[in-house]
T-cell receptor
Framework: SQKIEQNSEALNIQEGKTATLTCNYT??????LQWYRQDPGRGPVFLLL?????KEKRKERLKVTFDTTLKQSLFHITASQPADSATYLC????????FGPGTRLSVLP | DAGVIQSPRHEVTEMGQEVTLRCKPI?????LFWYRQTMMRGLELLIY????????DSGMPEDRFSAKMPNASFSTLKIQPSEPRDSAVYFC?????????????FGNGTRLTVT
């Protein structure tokens, strides 16, 4: 069956460190993968998109990788700040737009 | 741009009542999505429209749920009759036409509580 998993429900890291979040999928062949941020009481907000033929994408302190062989995407936040605390969701285009369960990131000062 | 606008923000109703959730997508966006989010099941796609036409409603839980998009600037999600297990946050999102790599723009959701 089709499945999207994100590495852990919650991740705590110290301010200034790099946060690494994982998205794994099964029985999908997405042409691209997207990452979103969701704050409490708000809808998800788009951050980055990476296509199947791209290995890596960067935007400011954010970096995304996409390995179609491993069926995995990694999302990195470098020099993390308390303001980066949120839930991060990966999404891919299977038959339609499907989201992973999310990882709640807490950056501790 | 005002973004995707959903109303109401909160809805509390009794079991058996009809509930109507409303959404105004971003002007110029051709695709509209309805999602439901719960702690247990995460963000689930209920239905999506392209150019006002329902493309995939396989996520609609049962006949109690219906969605319409009478024009490009308005959509409704109706639950009749509502049940306590329908309690969740319902999100509407819009994008440029799918399938595409266009990102989804979400509203801030309607928190529905059915007692």
């Amino acid at each position: 069956s089709q499945k999207i998993e994100q590495n852990s429900e919650a991740l705590n890291i110290q301010e200034g460190k790099t946060a690494t979040l994982t998205c794994n999928y099964t029985n999908y062949s997405p042409a691209y993968l997207q990452w979103y941020r969701q704050d409490p009481g708000r809808g998800p907000v788009f951050l980055l998109l990476i296509r199947e033929n791209e290995k890596e994408k960067r935007k400011e302190r954010l970096k995304v990788t996409f390995d179609t062989t491993l069926k995995q995407s990694l999302f990195h936040i470098t020099a993390s700040q308390p303001a980066d605390s949120a839930t991060y969701l990966c999404a891919l285009n299977g038959q339609n737009f499907v989201f992973g369960p999310g990882t709640r990131l807490s950056v501790l000062p | 741009d005002a973004g995707v606008i959903q109303s109401p923000r909160h809805e509390v109703t009794e079991m058996g009542q009809e509930v109507t959730l409303r959404c105004k997508p971003i002007s110029g966006h051709n695709s509209l999505f309805w999602y439901r989010q719960t702690m247990m099941r995460g963000l689930e796609l209920l239905i999506y429209f392209n150019n006002n036409v329902p493309i995939d409603d396989s996520g609609m839980p049962e006949d109690r749920f219906s969605a319409k998009m009478p024009n490009a600037s308005f959509s409704t999600l109706k639950i009749q009759p509502s049940e306590p297990r329908d309690s969740a946050v319902y999100f509407c999102a819009s994008s440029l036409a799918q399938p595409d790599n266009s990102p989804l723009h979400f509203g801030n959701g309607t928190r529905l509580t059915v007692t």
